[in-house]
């Protein structure tokens, strides 16, 4: 370390020179994960764990509002458990990595690693579930799961991943669809108003639904490259698993009758989507909910009022730290404006600078990460100006991103249409689609684009399909993803 | 479920029956855990797994009062990096499961699931340490390993198990040693304070260390069945793995140097010693610290007050639940007395019982879960009266604990009055050992007791060896144990 902020600063790679290399380059400078030794694997480093720390808070504490409690399922699953649902084993196969040996021996069954984990639940609701007075079951699993990829990238797409993953078994359709749609708008409300991202919710098609799910809906976000990415999704299993793992029930009628399943998951690549929408050249920008740290303070201390000054930051720093996550950098060894960079860098929303002339006015100086304002404020009210403006920044940081995302959605009325603003501005197309697996196919081979989810807003007359001309069944949206 | 509560509590085997069918009997009825499809792997049921989040909540917190910060390593480890270090090596390799097979191709390295992570993390280590300024590293994570264990028995030895492991890197011996010595602290504290069970520190046999340790430390505890548990471990590794990963760092005075690493670790075996310390024929017993509910209300409702009883007990829920874990048990299928006893069987500390006299007199009647005391109290006072009784019952349960193990420890002259203890009694023997691993080798063969540890508190005069009758090096505690 050391040096000027600029040299800091030129260390990333700007994002209109090179999107990718800006996103690789802000996650080692800002700290956040590190390669390692293992195909596709990353380390998280303190700073990026504590991002994942805070996304869990915040799914936890919804997922407990609504009813839903944590387990813990195994991390291997037997071969045949998993080969029971056809079409998920199928899914899944591929990605697999096999345990064969342990304990100094051949196993008789190979194990997989879990990629997700509804076969093994399965075996379990079946042993649990007996009578309609067994349910609701509404479980939640915070795991590590694996799928050997063939591409990887820190956060996105990893061999080894961290999520939550939850489970439930009801007695009937409309509350199984209930609990998919719910749990979809529990995902939509931490992505918008934890992590300022704003999301298109909607149903999957059949050909990007999950493995052996009946139907999957989505979040889905737009990075500032224009690439969409699947923030959370949430299934509706209907009776698949159920008639598979006979997980069945004695209803009140006295019929014995098969459960409806669910199961919905969000993951660590909420992270890279966090950076991918709020950071700039500057490096990382974190909304204030989700930031570890929310407020620096950066005293500037010339040597004669040296102990003057850090005094009163640490008095600040001390009657901050009870309410907010606040840092003081009392560092020697930097100056001043390279901490700046450096704590814009790491995306800290909030700075407050304190040096003699604001000691002597009983004032400090705010400065925003997000916009770069400015402004003094008397030492006197800080806290509550603080409070203010962090709930300012995360506000303004959503309508920002709000304001990309409607700027990078376009109609498109015709296939050639649809492909010059893919081949161009990216973003989202709107567009009909017929409803025709063929026509989807069509479009992502010539475009490279894929339908990120039909809506759940829906215009009256949904218009022509944009690849084959005829009558449209939905509008959905388009788009090239992560 | 059903019935009356004495048929409920049969469904219990009498600790003095069968501890161990005891043991596992809590475990079913009480809804902690369920066996996997998977050998010998549980399945952590939400009233388990609540009481893992309790111990990780309380493990976090003190964790990061004392500077450490969360990260997240691999799951895999392979062959290569986990061969590195000779002695870990030939520890855990017997108990390795391998992948070998992954993406649908035979890997050309097998990868270990990792038993624990001083490899892997030592690899990062090599990379991130380059100068003193870089130092302590002092990093903690969560997560699940595997040792493939041939006998196991829920929380206590599973193949799969939840854990912390702290790893951290210094600068010097003596920094290292108080790291080991600080972590070992935070261990007793949080198992004496919170799970209210006492334990002896101390310093592990070289027999007993860990692989790859140059010392291994302890906190010990003892179970109701008179065998001890090992609670938490913390190991100073020296220069071990700092030499094979070639972590070194430019210190101060321009010289390079190879760091000290410590690594410490807590599972989910605690949730197994909880069980066996405080719970009793009756069913569970939880420390009010870690109970995932700590109070329970249980309206006694004649037909015609049910109405008002019921409606003073939302009131009475609604007001103490802001500041405590408290359930209402509304449910009208069952009596009172069997909710009693049910509730009693999880091991909820207090009850609330509130009648149609109770609601005349505006009192509630108390019933405590470990001395069964009861006591009436008015409702105005209730909040106070709670939260000064379940601090109460805290300090109490840990106070018996305390008897239970001074009780439970004897000093023994002679290999004969061990073996008697051990045979007979059980608990931890005191007796003076010369050091030797073959005196520790024969006490073990004879009596199958082991020195579980070296305790820091030591007389003058430590007597003769209790095998060879050599002169004693140190006093040790000797147990069988799990």
Excluded at 205 to 219: I, M, R
């Amino acid at each position: 370390m050391g040096g000027s902020g600029k040299e800091f600063v030129r260390e990333i790679t700007p994002q209109g020179e090179d999107f990718s290399r800006w996103y690789t380059d802000v996650i080692r400078k800002a700290d956040l994960a590190d390669y390692a030794p293992v195909r596709g694997c990353i380390v998280f480093k303190p700073d990026g764990y504590a991002l994942w720390e805070k996304v869990q808070e915040g799914l936890d504490r919804r997922f407990k509002a609504t009813g839903h409690r944590n387990a813990y399922f195994p991390l291997f699953i037997p071969e045949s458990l998993l080969k029971k649902e056809a079409e998920h084993v199928e899914g899944f196969n591929p990605e697999l990595p096999w345990v064969t040996e342990a304990g100094g021996e051949k196993l008789e069954e190979r194990l997989a690693v879990r990629p997700t984990s509804e076969t093994i639940i399965g075996e379990m609701y079946h042993r649990w579930i007996q009578t309609y007075r067994d349910l609701p079951v509404l479980l939640n699993q915070w795991a590590n799961v694996v799928r050997w990829e063939k591409k990887t990238k820190p956060f996105l797409r990893t061999t080894e991943f961290l999520w939550q993953e939850g489970h439930t078994a009801h007695r009937t359709e409309a509350e199984a669809r209930e609990e998919v749609r719910r749990m979809l708008d529990v995902y939509r409300d931490f992505v918008e108003t934890d992590l300022a991202i704003p999301v298109i919710p909607g149903r999957k098609t059949d050909t990007e639904k999950f493995a052996g799910a009946v139907e999957t809906y989505s979040v889905e976000a737009l990075m500032k490259d224009g690439l969409a990415l699947q923030a959370g999704t949430s299934h509706f299993l209907g009776r698949n698993f159920a008639r598979v793992f006979d997980i069945q029930f004695l209803d009140e009628d006295n019929q014995r009758k098969l459960v409806w399943t669910t199961s919905w998951g969000m993951s660590t690549r909420v992270i890279g989507a966090t950076i991918m929408v709020h950071g700039d050249d500057r490096g990382l920008a974190l909304p204030p909910k989700v930031a570890p740290t929310q407020v620096v303070i950066v005293p500037i201390a010339p040597q004669k009022e040296r102990e003057a000054v850090l005094a009163r930051a640490r008095e600040l720093h001390s009657a901050l730290r009870g309410n907010l996550r606040v840092v003081l950098d009392d560092r020697e060894e930097y100056t001043p404006g390279w901490k700046y960079n450096e704590w814009e860098m790491r995306g800290v929303p909030l700075r407050v600078e304190l040096g003699p002339r604001d000691l002597k006015q009983n004032q400090v100086v705010l400065a925003r990460r997000d916009s770069g304002e400015k402004q003094a404020v008397p030492q006197a009210t800080l806290a509550a100006r603080i409070t203010e403006l962090l709930a300012d920044i995360q506000a303004d940081m959503f309508q920002r991103a709000k304001e990309f995302m409607a700027g990078h959605t376009a109609a498109a009325g015709s296939l050639g249409q649809l492909e010059e603003i893919i081949a161009t501005r990216r973003g989202f197309v709107r567009a009909g689609w017929c409803g025709e697996a063929g026509c989807e196919a069509a479009v992502k081979e010539r475009t490279g684009a894929t339908i990120r989810n039909i809506p759940f807003e829906q215009p009256d007359d949904p218009g022509p399909c944009v690849h084959c001309g005829g009558k449209a069944v939905h509008q959905v949206y388009f788009a090239r993803a992560y």
